[in-house]
């Protein structure tokens, strides 16, 4: 199965459906294969302009000039295959499914690669084991469903995104619940990354060139993950296409990719396949700290045209930012928790233990009949799976929110922002982030009161199952919140809140609505100005 | 027209509207299966192919198959229309969760929210069910028109095209035309909120307003649904379409209408309930005045012909004073580009 399937042979399908699928549209009228090639070209173009082509895309994108000016209806078709089989070959890179068993790599602890990579002398002396890395890794939810799932079906495992450690989280804890094989794609800078790259080369990892905006491009991309999952190969898509910038969780997911669970079951269907099940489990990562939280906050701030798709220069390039994160991690007695909601469909309903779709209800429906045809088999139709694809988005944010595991410093900084809004008599996220307010400090007996009063509220909440609470909130509203303080001041400096008495100081405005954000959308008592806005478009 | 097997078709909910689609659908070719849940309609429509309480003498086309089991009327549909009153809305959804196949198309035609949530229909469906290939259909359709002949459309509105072109084929007819959106939330609300205006609007004429007034109802009654409607998430233009303005239009013209006739009883200062009674059928629009209020107040959305309204169906206020009350407002800004919630 698995093993005996090679790079090759997902490379060739994904780059033959790609052109296919042009070659069809072609016919249809949809887009004649010379706009495909001109999209292509000009995007190759525009590209060229900031980095020259390699050899290897050059001479493809000659090929299909020559054929545009051709007409020849044979060369252009040869010339989009020519380009697809490119892109797949790009995409597949460094990819090999033989070496993907990420639990050899694994074994003894990537933090502690990671941190050899660093060369911390007292990081080294106290040396990392599995059981260290164990202990402050707390995996919970459905887990004995995940693993039941992945015996009888493919699984995508779609996680909240806020740091690029996720792909290395996400990566131990499928692990650690015996799914040792699967594949994920990564951004094409993040190989160039001296610390990520090294991990990505050796963990087969497919390559994500997000600045080829190139339709035929997408399409391979596309074309290269169904082909992955139709042989069975579990996934991790990150569904909201980039980190979170604000650090809430994400309100709108990217779907094209999270379409081609659907492709693959219909796919499935029509073979026959002895196991189509296709299972999304949306998946949550919390930390006390966010590693790029200064990044990705400040990103978020800017002004919205200037706010960056991808960013390349943060923390997660410095080793000496990495470090501290790394001490942090082992230094406080808080862990990352990594929870797995209930299994869904690609149709957005919850599945049972056996992989049979559910409806609200829990009774059991044919989920086969969702995408059959008038003739009764199954059949792909684009308009329609991009709604059924529309509604698993909305299923995976309510999972979302429901095993998001509330911290201290989220609950914290909740209050802390809470009281901010009401006191400096903004109306203006900014000019509250500025305000007189944040030097004067707020009365901590306040922010007391306002944590205890939410804490009921998430208990509540979290009896209703409507999010999760990690057992650090067990304590009383002092503990936390001292909790909260010592672990933000720990990674960061200066320390975003600081408490002197009875007043709490706050020093990093930015970073404690950053963390605050993270209880954005469960209707907590708070001003509508604060709420995160999504972010538009596809932005660089 | 329609070669091939006849569409097989379900309509669940005996009342006027319900009675008015399966025999357009009859009409239009299909073979229609007709549920409710009164044994002796079912009995009427099989012995005499009428439904007296609703449609009166009209003749019922023979391919309709009346019944009282939901599962049997469900199987084998490629259809299934839900025209139930909104507040049996949820159990019979809930029931028809059921027995309803993933491949089933489902549209609903109920002209009314939910008690307490102030749900659109499609939320509870989604509550409720695994149905997906989900529609509304509403427009300015008065049963009794329709039924004798007279030109009129609708609006389907779905997330899948399929839906609409199903329900298209289902329905369309040489006077009936069905027009196809994909604002399926404001189709919904579009239709359930002219039901307070339409109250509203009889109250107007049997106080003897005139037509100014009756106009300037209509016309700030709109906005009103316009600003709910999109604060829920709808296009405001589908709101100017037949689901919004043309049912406003038609409904607070109509003497058909049974919420126009409770504010005509309001306006002569009878007793809501009494007006019910000899009405002896749902007028959603009391149901959804008092839910739009609610919502509306929780929500902060400004609506103040739904709150006078809603508090002259609560006998907190005479029909006169809720006119002047709302003549009495500052006037504000008419229309604030595309804005319809004042800050």
Same mark, same amino acid.
Request: glycine share 10%; net charge neutral.
């Given at each position: 199965?698995?093993?005996?399937?090679?790079?090759?042979?997902?490379?060739?399908?994904?780059?033959?459906?790609?052109?296919?699928?042009?070659?069809?549209?072609?016919?249809?009228?949809?887009?004649?294969?010379?706009?495909?090639?001109?999209?292509?070209?000009?995007?190759?173009?525009?590209?060229?302009?900031?980095?020259?082509?390699?050899?290897?895309?050059?001479?493809?994108?000659?090929?299909?000039?020559?054929?545009?000016?051709?007409?020849?209806?044979?060369?252009?078709?040869?010339?989009?295959?020519?380009?697809?089989?490119?892109?797949?070959?790009?995409?597949?890179?460094?990819?090999?499914?033989?070496?993907?068993?990420?639990?050899?790599?694994?074994?003894?602890?990537?933090?502690?690669?990671?941190?050899?990579?660093?060369?911390?002398?007292?990081?080294?002396?106290?040396?990392?084991?599995?059981?260290?890395?164990?202990?402050?890794?707390?995996?919970?939810?459905?887990?004995?469903?995940?693993?039941?799932?992945?015996?009888?079906?493919?699984?995508?495992?779609?996680?909240?995104?806020?740091?690029?450690?996720?792909?290395?989280?996400?990566?131990?804890?499928?692990?650690?619940?015996?799914?040792?094989?699967?594949?994920?794609?990564?951004?094409?800078?993040?190989?160039?990354?001296?610390?990520?790259?090294?991990?990505?080369?050796?963990?087969?990892?497919?390559?994500?060139?997000?600045?080829?905006?190139?339709?035929?491009?997408?399409?391979?991309?596309?074309?290269?993950?169904?082909?992955?999952?139709?042989?069975?190969?579990?996934?991790?898509?990150?569904?909201?296409?980039?980190?979170?910038?604000?650090?809430?969780?994400?309100?709108?997911?990217?779907?094209?990719?999270?379409?081609?669970?659907?492709?693959?079951?219909?796919?499935?269907?029509?073979?026959?396949?002895?196991?189509?099940?296709?299972?999304?489990?949306?998946?949550?990562?919390?930390?006390?700290?966010?590693?790029?939280?200064?990044?990705?906050?400040?990103?978020?701030?800017?002004?919205?045209?200037?706010?960056?798709?991808?960013?390349?220069?943060?923390?997660?390039?410095?080793?000496?930012?990495?470090?501290?994160?790394?001490?942090?991690?082992?230094?406080?007695?808080?862990?990352?928790?990594?929870?797995?909601?209930?299994?869904?469909?690609?149709?957005?309903?919850?599945?049972?233990?056996?992989?049979?779709?559910?409806?609200?209800?829990?009774?059991?429906?044919?989920?086969?009949?969702?995408?059959?045809?008038?003739?009764?088999?199954?059949?792909?139709?684009?308009?329609?799976?991009?709604?059924?694809?529309?509604?698993?988005?909305?299923?995976?944010?309510?999972?979302?929110?429901?095993?998001?595991?509330?911290?201290?410093?989220?609950?914290?900084?909740?209050?802390?922002?809470?009281?901010?809004?009401?006191?400096?008599?903004?109306?203006?996220?900014?000019?509250?982030?500025?305000?007189?307010?944040?030097?004067?400090?707020?009365?901590?007996?306040?922010?007391?009161?306002?944590?205890?009063?939410?804490?009921?509220?998430?208990?509540?909440?979290?009896?209703?199952?409507?999010?999760?609470?990690?057992?650090?909130?067990?304590?009383?509203?002092?503990?936390?919140?001292?909790?909260?303080?010592?672990?933000?001041?720990?990674?960061?400096?200066?320390?975003?809140?600081?408490?002197?008495?009875?007043?709490?100081?706050?020093?990093?405005?930015?970073?404690?609505?950053?963390?605050?954000?993270?209880?954005?959308?469960?209707?907590?008592?708070?001003?509508?100005?604060?709420?995160?806005?999504?972010?538009?478009?596809?932005?660089? | 027209?329609?070669?091939?097997?006849?569409?097989?078709?379900?309509?669940?909910?005996?009342?006027?509207?319900?009675?008015?689609?399966?025999?357009?659908?009859?009409?239009?070719?299909?073979?229609?299966?007709?549920?409710?849940?009164?044994?002796?309609?079912?009995?009427?429509?099989?012995?005499?192919?009428?439904?007296?309480?609703?449609?009166?003498?009209?003749?019922?086309?023979?391919?309709?198959?009346?019944?009282?089991?939901?599962?049997?009327?469900?199987?084998?549909?490629?259809?299934?229309?839900?025209?139930?009153?909104?507040?049996?809305?949820?159990?019979?959804?809930?029931?028809?969760?059921?027995?309803?196949?993933?491949?089933?198309?489902?549209?609903?035609?109920?002209?009314?929210?939910?008690?307490?949530?102030?749900?659109?229909?499609?939320?509870?469906?989604?509550?409720?069910?695994?149905?997906?290939?989900?529609?509304?259909?509403?427009?300015?359709?008065?049963?009794?028109?329709?039924?004798?002949?007279?030109?009129?459309?609708?609006?389907?509105?779905?997330?899948?095209?399929?839906?609409?072109?199903?329900?298209?084929?289902?329905?369309?007819?040489?006077?009936?035309?069905?027009?196809?959106?994909?604002?399926?939330?404001?189709?919904?609300?579009?239709?359930?909120?002219?039901?307070?205006?339409?109250?509203?609007?009889?109250?107007?004429?049997?106080?003897?307003?005139?037509?100014?007034?009756?106009?300037?109802?209509?016309?700030?009654?709109?906005?009103?649904?316009?600003?709910?409607?999109?604060?829920?998430?709808?296009?405001?233009?589908?709101?100017?379409?037949?689901?919004? /303005?043309?049912?406003?239009?038609?409904?607070?013209?109509?003497?058909?209408?049974?919420?126009?006739?409770?504010?005509?009883?309001?306006?002569?200062?009878?007793?809501?309930?009494?007006?019910?009674?000899?009405?002896? /059928?749902?007028?959603?629009?009391?149901?959804?005045?008092?839910?739009?209020?609610?919502?509306?107040?929780?929500?902060?959305?400004?609506?103040?012909?739904?709150?006078?309204?809603?508090?002259?169906?609560?006998?907190?206020?005479?029909?006169?004073?809720?006119?002047?009350?709302?003549?009495?407002?500052?006037?504000?800004?008419?229309?604030?580009?595309?804005?319809?919630?004042?800050?």
């Amino acid at each position: 199965m698995a093993d005996s399937i090679d790079e090759l042979t997902i490379r060739r399908e994904a780059a033959h459906r790609s052109g296919d699928e042009s070659v069809a549209r072609a016919r249809t009228g949809e887009e004649a294969l010379e706009e495909t090639l001109n999209d292509c070209l000009y995007h190759a173009e525009r590209r060229a302009r900031v980095r020259p082509l390699d050899d290897a895309e050059a001479r493809v994108v000659d090929w299909a000039r020559e054929a545009i000016q051709s007409r020849d209806p044979a060369r252009l078709e040869a010339a989009t295959y020519a380009l697809c089989e490119h892109y797949a070959s790009e995409i597949g890179g460094d990819f090999n499914p033989r070496m993907f068993a990420l639990a050899s790599w694994l074994a003894p602890g990537f933090l502690s690669l990671l941190l050899s990579a660093t060369s911390l002398p007292r990081l080294l002396l106290e040396g990392l084991k599995r059981e260290d890395l164990d202990r402050r890794l707390v995996i919970g939810g459905a887990v004995d469903q995940v693993a039941r799932l992945a015996r009888t079906g493919t699984l995508i495992c779609t996680p909240t995104h806020a740091s690029h450690m996720d792909s290395l989280v996400i990566g131990y804890a499928l692990q650690r619940v015996g799914i040792a094989r699967f594949v994920y794609g990564a951004g094409k800078n993040l190989f160039a990354n001296p610390i990520l790259g090294f991990f990505l080369k050796h963990l087969g990892t497919y390559k994500v060139d997000r600045l080829k905006a190139e339709q035929l491009y997408k399409r391979t991309l596309k074309n290269y993950c169904v082909a992955t999952l139709t042989r069975g190969l579990s996934n991790i898509f990150f569904p909201g296409g980039t980190r979170s910038r604000s650090g809430a969780i994400e309100q709108e997911l990217k779907l094209g990719l999270l379409g081609t669970g659907l492709e693959a079951y219909i796919l499935n269907l029509k073979a026959h396949s002895e196991r189509p099940g296709l299972f999304i489990v949306p998946t949550t990562i919390s930390y006390h700290v966010v590693l790029e939280a200064e990044t990705l906050i400040d990103d978020y701030l800017r002004d919205e045209g200037q706010s960056r798709y991808i960013i390349d220069d943060d923390e997660v390039s410095r080793p000496a930012r990495v470090a501290q994160f790394v001490t942090t991690l082992l230094n406080m007695e808080g862990q990352i928790h990594v929870r797995f909601g209930r299994a869904l469909d690609p149709f957005g309903n919850t599945v049972d233990d056996e992989g049979r779709s559910c409806d609200p209800h829990g009774r059991v429906i044919d989920a086969r009949r969702y995408v059959v045809g008038t003739d009764g088999h199954p059949v792909l139709d684009p308009a329609r799976d991009r709604q059924y694809t529309r509604e698993l988005g909305t299923a995976i944010i309510e999972g979302f929110h429901r095993n998001n595991a509330v911290l201290p410093t989220h609950l914290t900084c909740f209050a802390i922002m809470q009281a901010l809004a009401e006191q400096s008599g903004e109306r203006d996220l900014y000019r509250m982030l500025r305000s007189r307010r944040v030097t004067d400090g707020l009365d901590a007996a306040d922010i007391m009161a306002r944590t205890e009063r939410l804490l009921g509220v998430i208990r509540q909440k979290r009896q209703a199952g409507q999010l999760e609470a990690s057992p650090d909130l067990d304590g009383d509203a002092d503990r936390i919140v001292a909790a909260a303080e010592r672990t933000l001041g720990f990674y960061h400096a200066p320390p975003p809140v600081e408490r002197r008495g009875d007043r709490i100081y706050v020093r990093q405005p930015a970073l404690v609505y950053y963390y605050r954000n993270r209880l954005a959308g469960y209707g907590l008592d708070s001003p509508a100005f604060l709420e995160p806005r999504p972010r538009k478009g596809n932005r660089r | 027209m329609n070669p091939g097997p006849p569409l097989e078709i379900a309509v669940l909910g005996g009342g006027s509207w319900g009675t008015t689609l399966a025999h357009l659908c009859a009409q239009a070719g299909g073979r229609v299966r007709f549920w409710m849940r009164d044994h002796d309609t079912v009995r009427e429509i099989r012995e005499h192919r009428t439904n007296g309480r609703y449609t009166g003498p009209v003749a019922l086309a023979p391919s309709i198959e009346p019944t009282n089991d939901l599962a049997a009327a469900v199987l084998g549909a490629r259809l299934v229309l839900v025209v139930v009153p909104s507040a049996a809305a949820r159990a019979v959804i809930r029931e028809l969760g059921g027995v309803v196949l993933a491949d089933q198309i489902v549209v609903h035609a109920i002209k009314g929210l939910e008690e307490g949530t102030g749900w659109t229909v499609s939320r509870v469906v989604r509550e409720e069910t695994a149905i997906r290939k989900l529609g509304v259909l509403s427009g300015p359709n008065i049963a009794p028109e329709i039924l004798a002949g007279l030109p009129a459309a609708t609006v389907v509105a779905s997330d899948y095209p399929e839906v609409i072109g199903v329900a298209q084929g289902a329905l369309t007819g040489p006077s009936f035309r069905v027009y196809a959106n994909d604002d399926v939330i404001g189709v919904e609300l579009g239709g359930a909120l002219k039901n307070i205006i339409a109250i509203a609007s009889g109250a107007i004429t049997g106080l003897g307003l005139g037509e100014n007034a009756r106009s300037l109802l209509m016309t700030r009654g709109v906005a009103e649904i316009a600003r709910f409607a999109v604060h829920r998430g709808a296009r405001l233009l589908t709101l100017a379409g037949l689901a919004g /303005m043309g049912d406003l239009v038609v409904t607070c013209a109509s003497t058909h209408s049974r919420n126009y006739r409770v504010g005509l009883g309001l306006a002569e200062g009878r007793l809501l309930g009494d007006i019910l009674r000899e009405l002896g /059928m749902v007028a959603e629009g009391v149901r959804t005045t008092r839910i739009v209020r609610t919502v509306a107040e929780r929500e902060g959305v400004y609506m103040p012909i739904t709150a006078a309204l809603a508090r002259v169906l609560d006998a907190e206020l005479d029909v006169q004073s809720a006119v002047a009350e709302l003549m009495a407002r500052p006037a504000r800004a008419e229309v604030d580009g595309d804005r319809v919630v004042p800050r």
